[in-house]
């Protein structure tokens, strides 16, 4: 069974209607990146309370988001190959379509932990707020479970491993300019065939077949390639 490996962007929930990080101004909903997304945000400037207001708007938003076919057919591709997908999504709708192996490279929204508790310490919060004085049972302050700039992406190395394995890599929905994600192409084999699906034109020194599409229109026509492949 050939293996394929899947990046995800944010291009693949936009559809959704899950509103993308990088806009053009620069501002996630009119929130200043370094005040949401940084941990000196929230280690050191204390806007902790901003922050989790902030995660708590997505988590509402997220509940009443639906999976769109792109990341159904995403799923569906486990009927015939190994899949693995590495996201740099925070949503949950890759496991809500039903897919099985997901790596989330920036974390997961609806999970948490405490703020001085190690990655791995996370637990399942599903869609509900965090508010200050939320604790855990060691009395810390319970943080989303988000990467936040400025921290390590502790699950990079589980999908540099998936791509290096890979026969076919798909990058659905992202310009391949956010460092670390972006560089997993760079871990692909040689003859390993890599295909793109977004509808911009993207820069990058590694060969790949363009499919100039949103993830919907696109994750249909790249379908139609994969099962001529089986």
Not at 101 to 123: M, Q, V, W
Not at 129 to 143: A, E, H, P, V
Not at 171 to 200: C, M, Q, W
């Amino acid at each position: 069974m050939k293996k394929i490996a899947v990046l995800t962007g944010a291009g693949i929930s936009a559809e959704s209607g899950i509103s993308t990080f990088r806009d053009s101004n620069g501002l996630w909903e009119n929130y200043p990146v370094e005040q949401v997304a940084t941990s000196d945000s929230w280690y050191v400037f204390g806007r902790k309370a901003l922050m989790l207001d902030f995660y708590n708007q997505r988590r509402r938003g997220l509940k009443d988001c639906e999976p769109n076919l792109a990341h159904k057919i995403v799923a569906e591709l486990e009927q015939d190959f190994d899949v693995t997908v590495a996201t740099q999504n925070i949503d949950d709708l890759h496991e809500r379509a039903g897919s099985t192996r997901i790596i989330h490279l920036h974390g997961e929204l609806t999970k948490a932990r405490g703020e001085f508790d190690d990655y791995y310490s996370a637990f399942p919060i599903g869609y509900e707020d965090i508010n200050i004085g939320d604790l855990t049972k060691k009395g810390q302050q319970i943080r989303p479970h988000i990467v936040w700039f400025g921290e390590a992406v502790p699950e990079l190395e589980k999908a540099e491993k998936a791509v290096r394995n890979a026969d076919i890599m798909i990058v659905i929905g992202t310009s391949l300019a956010v460092y670390p994600a972006a560089g997993l192409v760079y871990y692909t084999r040689p003859g390993t065939e890599i295909y793109l699906i977004d509808p911009k034109d993207v820069a990058s020194s590694v060969g790949f077949t363009h499919i100039k599409e949103k993830a919907t229109v696109g994750m249909q026509k790249m379908k139609e390639i994969l099962m001529s492949k089986k």
